[in-house]
Nanobody, 127 residues
Framework: QVQLVESGGGSVQAGGSLRLSCAASGYTFSVSLMGWFRQAPGKEREGVAAIFTRTGSTYYADSVKGRFTISRDNAKNTLYLQMNSLKPEDTAMYYC????????????????????WGQGTQVTVSS
């Protein structure tokens, strides 16, 4: 079992930046895939970015390409999401997720791929 705790959310104006962190604990040696998802009120949870921790391969949703960067520090068991040029439509609860699978291709942005989830951190972007 892997435990995930997100932090770094907050309120910013459009055009601003935030960096989210996700600290993993427990059976972290088993984690090969980590991702960030978000859910706005009244909408389904959607994949934002994902990274295969052993290869560094990344996937991004089209809506965040060029603005968000996912990274990880394996030594610290921490996942990051650097969010730049934030827009009001980025407002959502952001969740960290993890899984043991070594390779799932673009399914890395599918929430059904993951078996461990954090509690979320709120990001609010005002215009």
């Amino acid at each position: 079992q892997v435990q995930l705790v997100e932090s770094g959310g907050g309120s910013v104006q459009a055009g601003g930046s935030l960096r989210l962190s996700c600290a993993a604990s427990g059976y972290t040696f088993s984690v090969s895939l980590m991702g960030w998802f978000r859910q706005a009120p009244g909408k389904e949870r959607e994949g934002v970015a994902a990274i295969f921790t052993r290869t560094g391969s990344t996937y991004y949703a089209d809506s965040v390409k060029g603005r968000f960067t996912i990274s990880r520090d394996n030594a610290k068991n921490t996942l990051y999401l650097q969010m730049n040029s934030l827009k009001p439509e980025d407002t959502a609860m952001y969740y960290c997720a993890a899984d043991r699978r070594l390779w799932v291709g673009s399914a890395a942005l599918d929430m059904d791929t993951y078996n461990s989830w954090g509690q979320g951190t709120q990001v609010t972007v005002s215009s």
